[in-house]
């Protein structure tokens, strides 16, 4: 069995990729911001929100109740929509 310093380690590993692939993600979010401004799409789209959030509670529902789906996703949708508004 492992040391609860080595499954630490583990868990910082997991959370500095968790970190990269968030930052991965809001790249990805703030290329939208040039697609939206063309086509007049509102920078905020909670049914969008509601609809990434619902998905992912469909797949990992075991895991995680949607509340807690939506408490970890509610900063993620705000930074990003942050980022697209200050960038
Ligand atoms: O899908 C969009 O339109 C986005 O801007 C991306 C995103 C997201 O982070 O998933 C961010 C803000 C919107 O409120 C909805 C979704």
Known sequence: MDSIEAVRKKIDQLDEQIVQLIEQRAELVNSLIKLKQEQGVAVRVPE???EVVAQLHQRHGDHFTLEELQSIYQPIFD?????????
């Open 79 to 87: 930074a990003c929509v942050r980022i697209q508004l200050t960038d």
């Open 48 to 50: 969008r929100e509601r």
